[in-house]
């Protein structure tokens, strides 16, 4: 009997493993489903198992058809049965954490159906409950901690501080170093840039911190197998992204870094004058030595074809020079005393592009280029500018895919088709960002699960807050 209990144990949770959705949430269940053979004794959990209940056979059963009632969805005849067996076996057979794994499961269930969320509390005391339970009967390194730092960080937030949180993911860390869970990038990252910026965190701990996302993320995805890759490029769309805030802090980071992410913008367009003083600007912002040879190649260029006279040298050299702060007001003060309407908006231009790739001011960049629009409106340049502040917001509005990622893509080709309509000679440069970004729209099944239809209208909110039209990429 007891034989045919184990084999069924074990089909059933072949069966499960087998139907787990892909997901870029952590899953709860730690240990392999099918167990190693013939486990040493002292290898088991050292909490309550199967064989260490009143009635071993009975509590087997209970398990089997408690999952059994979890796969057709019958969570009422399931909980009643999962309570008897975690009464007397919360560690199951002793070799995974399903027991309590599905206990965290059920009151999450509660939760999702109680509409009053002031009689939440007493489920979410019960999951981090269970979670400790799951660290004393299967202690695997920074698990535990983790899971708790995600849950608190995306459903939970009113239970802990950043702070808080943010300790929990470093004590994860520090305890499983390399083989931290890949769940915990994202989160972990957006904590760091919010904790720096308000300044809770030390410019020497982020700087610490941010090499080792850049590693863990690089690590992942070149090791990466099957849906795994799925998860980590999430984590590469989203990650280095939001750590890019850290480019507005002088010193943060080095020339390497610089001249690895901007120089080959500029031996892709070595006679484009913005990208000549972009490239220029951050690498000589991270501190590169103006006789280096990539440096000197900048210089050569710039001087052949941007040269600046005049009133406004003052200005441009201050934006080469880092000086961003300076650069937007000679550059305000130029825009003031200029009545030539094709400079005056180009002035603005650059003050928009200042706040764009400099600052990462995301809403002055776009309040700069909507004037430039309003001084020349038959220019296609800025509402192009606007398209890529929209479209690269994904990471700022959302975890860098999936729908709050995907649907700035929306407000993004308003602007870009805004381009064409109101200057021809933009149709190219307005296509091709089209082109780059239409395919990461949501799909229809993604708008249909949220009750919206194709073509209706909807409000992108984060710092965006436009009206746009629904789209999809199929």
Known sequence: MKAIQLWMILLSLAIVAACTPKTTEPVVTTQPEKPAPSPAKENLSPCPKFSDAPNPDEAETNYVLYRDFLRVNDYEKAYELWQKVYEVAPAADGQRNTVLADGIRFNERFIRETPDTSKWEP??????????????????????????????????????????????????????????????????????????????????????????????????????????????????????????????????????YYTEKYYSQFLENPEDCDVIRTVYSRMHWGGCDENSEELATLIRSGNANCVEAGPLKQAYDALRNGEYDLAIELFEKAVNEEEDVEKKGQYLLTIAKIYYAHKRNFSRARQYARQAAEVRPNWGEPYLLIGQLYASSGPLCGPGTGWDSQIVVWPALDMWNQAKRVDPSATEEANKWIGRYAKYMPKTEDVFLRGLQKGQSFRVGCWIQETTTIRTAD
């Open 123 to 256: 489920y979410i005391d019960k999951i981090f409950a269970l979670y400790d339970q799951v660290g004393e009967c299967y202690p695997e390194g920074g698990y535990v901690q983790a899971r708790k730092a995600f849950d608190l960080y995306y459903k939970y937030r009113w239970r802990a501080t950043k702070e808080e949180i943010f300790e929990l993911f470093k004590e994860s860390i520090e305890i499983d170093g390399e083989n931290v869970h890949d769940f915990v990038i994202n989160p972990f990252t957006a904590l760091l840039v919010d904790l720096y910026f308000d300044h809770k965190i030390s410019m020497e701990e982020a700087q610490k911190y941010t090499a080792l996302i850049g590693d863990l993320v690089k690590k992942g995805v070149e090791n990466c197998e099957g849906v795994m890759c799925e998860r980590w490029a999430i984590i590469e769309s989203y990650a280095p992204v939001r750590l890019e805030a850290f480019e507005t802090v002088k010193g943060f980071y080095g020339c390497d």
